[in-house]
C-alpha cells in the first residue's frame, strides 16, 4: 500500500512540476521550444489580415469596407438574388423598391402602399413585406421586416435596423463595419 502511495505522490509532484517548467522555458524563448510546423502557424497567425479573407475561427461574421465618402456598401443575398445596399441605421427597416420587391418575389397591391414615410427624398407611401432571406458572407438572417417604397421614391437598398438588430453586434473598428451574429 505505501508503494502505491509514494508512486501516486510522485505523479501529482510531477504533474505540478512539468507545467511550470516547460512554461519559464517557454517564456524565455517561445519559439525554440515548439516544432517547426507550430512556428510556422505562429507566424502566420501574427501576421496582419487580409481584408476580406476567410477566417473559419471567425464564425458568422461580416465585414463590411468604408468606401471613399464613408459609406458601407456592400453585396447581400435578398431571397438568394446579389443586390447592392447601403447600411443605413437611420432606417428603420430595410427599404427597397417595388421592382426589386416583384423580383425577390414579393407581390404588392397598390392598395398595400398605405403607410406614410419620410424619406430623405420627402414624403411617400410605403407597403409593408417581409424578405424571407438576406445574408452577408457568413451571415444570414430570415424573416426581416422591410418597407418597399414605389420605384421613383427609392433607387438604394437600405439595410436598416430591421436587419441590424436582429444580430448580436454591430460595429465600426477604424475602417470597417464588423457584422457579428
Known sequence: MEKYLALAGLMLASAIAVPKILDSRLEEDPQAQR?????????????????????????????????????????????????????????????????????????????????????????????????????IGRVRVQNVQASVSRDESLNTVLLGMSFLKKLKKFEISGDELILIQ
Open 35 to 135: 516544432p517547426a510546423v507550430q512556428q510556422q502557424q505562429t507566424a502566420r497567425a501574427e501576421t496582419p489580415k487580409n481584408k476580406g479573407s476567410f477566417n473559419p475561427l471567425d464564425g458568422r461574421k461580416a465585414r463590411i469596407a468604408m468606401d471613399s465618402r464613408g459609406h458601407f456598401l456592400t453585396q447581400a443575398k435578398m431571397n438568394g438574388r446579389s443586390e447592392e445596399v447601403l447600411v443605413d441605421t437611420g432606417a428603420t427597416y430595410v427599404a427597397i423598391n417595388q421592382s426589386l420587391a416583384r423580383r425577390l418575389g414579393i407581390r404588392l397591391k397598390d392598395s398595400d402602399f398605405k403607410y406614410k414615410v419620410r424619406t430623405a427624398n420627402g414624403i411617400t407611401y410605403a407597403a409593408a413585406a417581409v424578405i424571407d432571406e438576406i445574408r
